[in-house]
Nanobody
Framework: QVKVVESGGGLVQAGGSLRLSCTVSGRTFRTNAMGWFRQVPGKEREFVAGISWNGADTDYADSVKGRFTISRDNAKNTVLLQMNRLKPEDTAVYYC?????????????????WGQGTQVTVSS
């Protein structure tokens, strides 16, 4: 059974940093892209960042480019999201997910397994 678990969320002041971690168990995903999405109440879940199966390619939402960095460690089945210069509008539940293929995707339907999410709250 595949399990996706996020950690690292919390409360931080604007301008601060957080690092989210995602660990996948149950099978290896070293040939699959991975991604982070986020969602606020009443809104659609949106793409934040993605990384290809080997880490060679990354993609980011325009709203987080230059502030967030996604990385992965295939030996540990782990994906990280380093979030710097956080803004109140980054407040959301952040979800880690495994893609169905090795290339990055920005659409939810291209992802298969999802974690329960971790809350990130940025105060002004």
């Amino acid at each position: 059974q595949v399990k996706v678990v996020e950690s690292g969320g919390g409360l931080v002041q604007a301008g601060g940093s957080l690092r989210l971690s995602c660990t996948v168990s149950g099978r290896t995903f070293r040939t699959n892209a991975m991604g982070w999405f986020r969602q606020v109440p009443g809104k659609e879940r949106e793409f934040v960042a993605g990384i290809s199966w080997n880490g060679a390619d990354t993609d980011y939402a325009d709203s987080v480019k230059g502030r967030f960095t996604i990385s992965r460690d295939n030996a540990k089945n782990t994906v990280l999201l380093q979030m710097n210069r956080l803004k109140p509008e980054d407040t959301a539940v952040y979800y880690c997910t495994t893609a169905r293929a090795g290339r990055i995707a920005t659409i939810q339907d291209h992802y298969q397994y999802w974690g329960q999410g971790t809350q990130v709250t940025v105060s002004s």
